[in-house]
């Protein structure tokens, strides 16, 4: 009695701040019919600084008592006023930034994460309230200096004592400062000597805070309190001390907390280290759905590339044509319909008529305003375009220290000669093969279609080369009208063609005007060789196509490049004869009289056309195609058929073969594969509430730290990812070494090489899709984990 009225005194004496404040609270538990009145009507106050012990039978009340203080329980009815604020309308985030502001934790089973090591589980509270990493490393090394255990801050809970374990869990109560420690049983599982350490620790941190502890012990209660509550079925039977009046401090003010996305994944990272066998085969059975997709579109893409290729060599031999003559396929169409009639007819009378080819002829009005529209096709549709211009080369060389015409015609030297001394309106060009400059200006049809069986690919406008099918053969009336002296089947060294060159000459060098006012051919072929309007022509290379499949993509013989006859076309059109023969009413080589109907040929003869006259456009595939017709049908679209322009897609017959097989053929093996997707999620979801089963007491210490639902949440979507992002990385993994025996396997059955090629970005995205299907196949288990009551959670085992 005496120390009592002592202590009494001394409180007396020191000023005096109401901490906490109950007011009626009534707590009751309902099971069937039956009712617990765990709190019934207690009002009770405590001081900012005193040691309180409140004692009682096992159901009296007490630790309900402490968990409604701690906000782990709520009351039913009544009042807690903290520091004269009224927690009546506190939400759930208020409970949880209030147990993290203002209270610490001192468990009897110490509740301390396994799974973290000692200085993680002391700073746990202070990373959800958001303190910086210096400031809480400085602030848990002083609690765990203030409890002993500073050498032992690295150390996993496993390698502590039970006086050790109690001793962290009052290190990371006192962490974040509180202004209330609530002790439930902290000496229950210690023997004496550890119980009188830890009781000696309670007291000294009573001195500038609000202790309540929870006993069974009276007489630790007697030596070490300050003030002893008795409880008995839910009600307050004595209060040694109890507080009367005193001002209110009324410096009260919550902080949120929060635990960021990257402080879960590291909480569930240590977690997942624990337990590496079982996650490694949840990863692992997780992946096999990734490995099925994997597999799947790495076939895909090396058959689609071996499409793609045989597209493009097809689209190579049959580009889309628009010539000045063309084929209305529609026409066609209709005028066979119409004459296809299955009776013969009757009577003794025939019909004149046109034919169907005849009648499906088109003239197309070719003109600079169409060319232009061609131009404007896009680059991603149509990488190559060809504009082949009918015009007359003039061309010699030196054969035998003699400047003589020759020609890069493959028709034989009898037939050019021919041609050559009729009517040049007659003609139809220059003969040999053109191919296309890309639209970057590269010359990569060559590339792409031919390899150089000598020499190398030409890099000029002014580089030609010659063309030899897939047994080395050249044509031998190329090489004639070239000048040289060949036989048939005769073999010839490349280094003898290769450096060959051939003069070009303008129509101002080549043609000289008569007093008659005529012109002819000029025959002194060494001054023209000589003039400085001449290009010279090299032979650079020797090509051979690359595939069976593209063999006669380019005539046998000389090919030269189209920008070459655009060139010459710009520098003839402007000649002296060119000129003469606009306004000549007669062939200014001949001297007969022209009809209209023939001027354009003999102007396009002299290099005096001024529009291509045939247009190629070669798609990189039948999808491509297909954008490219449409482009050019949008021309045709409220246009009168005589102003229509037509064009002779050949490849189109074939495209409905091959469009979108392969893409059919992948969604469906995607379709099978992507149910062992659903299976994996499914399986994950079952994983995560297992999961949420066995860290249901985590959850509780997580909460009581101040852990919002979000937090609890975000810490097991944390867990999920890590997994779906392992399970889709070693999926893509897996399915990479796969393609290398598949390719093996597919090589000897189909003869292709390397077909199963993974994309990575089809890799990086299957990751995404297994992290994303994963983490939503969590996320209903996470948050019925996070919705758990804390004080049950708490209790669990």
Do not use: C
């Amino acid at each position: 009695m005496i120390l009592k009225s002592f202590l009494h005194k001394v409180f007396k004496d020191r000023e005096e701040f109401m901490m906490l404040d109950l007011k009626h609270i009534k707590k009751y538990y309902t099971v069937g019919d039956t009712t617990t009145k765990a709190l019934d009507d207690v009002s009770v106050s405590f001081r900012e600084k005193e040691f309180v012990s409140i004692l009682g039978a096992s159901g009296s009340g007490k630790t309900t008592m402490l968990n409604v203080i701690g906000g782990l329980d709520r009351y039913d009815s009544g009042d807690l006023v903290i520091n004269g604020q009224s927690t009546k309308t506190f939400k759930d985030a208020d409970w949880d930034a209030y147990r993290n502001n203002s209270i610490g934790f001192i468990f009897q089973d110490y509740n301390i994460i396994t799974h973290l090591s000692i200085i993680d589980n002391v700073t746990m509270g202070m990373t959800l309230s958001g303190v910086s990493n210096d400031e809480k490393l400085k602030k848990a090394k002083e609690s765990l200096e203030r409890v002993g255990l500073k050498k032992h801050m690295n150390k996993k809970p496993a390698q502590l004592s039970g006086g050790q374990m109690q001793r962290v869990a009052i290190a990371r109560a006192l962490a974040n400062d509180p202004e209330i420690l609530l002790a439930d049983e902290p000496t229950g599982a210690l023997d004496t000597q550890t119980s009188r350490e830890i009781m000696d620790l309670i007291k000294e941190l009573a001195k500038d805070r609000l202790v309540i502890m929870v006993t069974h012990n009276p007489e630790l209660a007697e030596e070490y309190s300050d003030r002893i509550i008795k409880f008995n079925d839910g009600q307050v039977l004595s209060d040694s001390n109890p507080y009367q009046s005193g001002e209110v401090n009324n410096d009260f003010e919550l902080k949120r907390t929060k635990m960021s996305f990257w402080t879960a994944l590291k909480l569930s990272f240590t977690n997942i280290k624990t337990k590496k066998g079982r996650t490694f085969l949840t990863m692992f059975a997780s992946s096999i759905g990734i490995i099925g997709i994997g597999i799947v579109l790495a076939l895909s893409n090396g058959f689609q590339k071996q499409i793609d290729n045989t597209q493009a060599e097809t689209l190579s031999q049959f580009p889309i044509t628009i010539s000045r003559v063309g084929l209305d396929s529609q026409a066609a169409m209709q005028n066979s319909q119409s004459t296809g009639k299955k009776n013969f007819a009757k009577g003794q009378t025939v019909t004149a008529k046109r034919s169907t080819a005849e009648l499906a002829q088109h003239i197309n009005k070719l003109d600079t305003k169409y060319v232009d529209y061609v131009k404007n096709i896009k680059k991603s549709a149509a990488k190559d375009i060809a504009y082949s211009y009918t015009t007359g080369f003039n061309l010699v060389r030196q054969v035998n220290g003699k400047y003589q015409p020759v020609t890069f015609s493959n028709m034989d030297e009898s037939q050019t000669q021919q041609g050559s001394t009729g009517d040049p309106s007659s003609s139809v060009g220059v003969g040999g093969a053109v191919y296309p400059t890309d639209r970057n200006g590269k010359m990569s049809f060559l590339k792409q279609n031919y390899k150089t069986l000598a020499g190398k690919y030409p890099t000029k406008k002014t580089d030609i080369v010659l063309i030899a099918d897939q047994h080395n053969n050249v044509n031998i009336n190329a090489l004639k009208n070239l000048g040289f002296n060949v036989k048939n089947n005769q073999n010839l060294k490349t280094a003898d063609l290769i450096g060959t060159q051939v003069k070009l000459v303008a129509n101002d060098d080549f043609y000289q005007k008569l007093p008659t006012g005529n012109f002819v051919p000029s025959k002194d072929y060494s001054q023209m060789a000589s003039s400085a309007k001449t290009k010279t022509l090299t032979v650079t290379g020797i090509l051979r196509t690359k595939s069976k499949n593209s063999d006669g993509l380019l005539a046998n013989g000389v090919a030269y490049n189209d920008r070459l006859t655009k060139e010459v076309v710009d520098q003839n059109k402007k000649s002296a004869v060119a000129n003469a023969q606009r306004s000549s009413e007669q062939n200014v080589l001949t001297g007969q009289s022209i009809k209209d109907a023939n001027r354009p040929g003999l102007m396009t003869y002299l290099g005096a056309a001024s529009v291509p006259s045939t247009i190629q456009i070669y798609p990189k595939s039948f999808d491509q195609k297909d954008r490219v017709t449409d482009y050019l049908d949008k021309y045709n679209h409220g246009k009168s058929s005589a102003d229509k322009v037509v064009y002779n897609d050949l490849a189109g017959s074939i495209s409905s073969l091959t469009g979108g097989l392969m893409d059919a053929i992948t969604y469906v093996l995607i379709g099978f594969a992507g149910i062992s997707l659903v299976t994996s999620m499914i399986m994950i979801a079952i994983i995560t509430y297992t999961s949420v089963l066995e860290r249901t007491k985590e959850i509780g210490v997580l909460k009581a730290l101040g852990a919002r639902k979000k937090d609890i949440t975000r810490a097991f979507d944390a867990e999920t990812t890590i997994l779906g992002l392992g399970s889709g990385v070693l999926g893509v993994v897996i399915a990479w070494l796969l393609t290398f025996p598949a390719n093996v396997l597919l090589e000897k059955v189909t003869d292709l090489s390397n077909v199963a090629q993974l994309n990575p970005w089809h890799a990086l995205l299957l990751i995404i899709i297994s992290t994303v299907l994963t983490v939503l196949g969590g996320h209903v288990p996470a948050r019925m984990g996070s919705k758990k009551d804390a004080a049950i959670a708490l209790r669990s085992e």
